[in-house]
Nanobody, 135 residues
């Protein structure tokens, strides 16, 4: 069973930093993309960043470039989102999600980079972790 568990959220002052973790388990995919998303109250869920397991290729939304960095551990079972220079506008529930790219005899056509931040392209989701940034 595919499982994604986010952690690391909390309350931080504006200008501060947090590192979120996404622990993955139950994967049987040969390749996949992990994405970070967030949803603020009253707003739609939006894509932040993504990383592809096979080559570590990352892609970021414009509004986090230079502030957020996505990475994985050596075993590639935990995905991190380092968030710096946080502002109250970053307050949201943060989710990680997975899009399988290859498994068994099936290989999906790789997504165009900008599509890697689309909510609809991901198949498995974690429960989310709350990030609150105070002014």
């Amino acid at each position: 069973e595919v499982q994604l568990v986010e952690s690391g959220g909390g309350l931080v002052q504006a200008g501060g930093s947090l590192r979120l973790s996404c622990a993955t388990s139950g994967f049987t995919f040969d390749d996949y993309v992990v994405g970070w998303f967030r949803q603020a109250p009253g707003k739609e869920r939006e894509g932040i960043s993504s990383i592809r397991r096979s080559d570590g290729d990352t892609y970021y939304a414009e509004f986090v470039k230079g502030r957020f960095t996505m990475s994985t551990d050596n075993a590639k079972t935990t995905v991190y989102l380092q968030m710096n220079s946080l502002s109250p506008e970053d307050t949201a529930v943060y989710y990680c999600a997975v899009r399988p790219e290859a498994w068994g005899t099936i290989t999906r056509i790789p997504l165009p980079l900008h599509d890697r931040l689309k909510v609809s392209e991901y198949d498995y989701w974690g429960q989310g972790t709350q990030v609150t940034v105070s002014s």
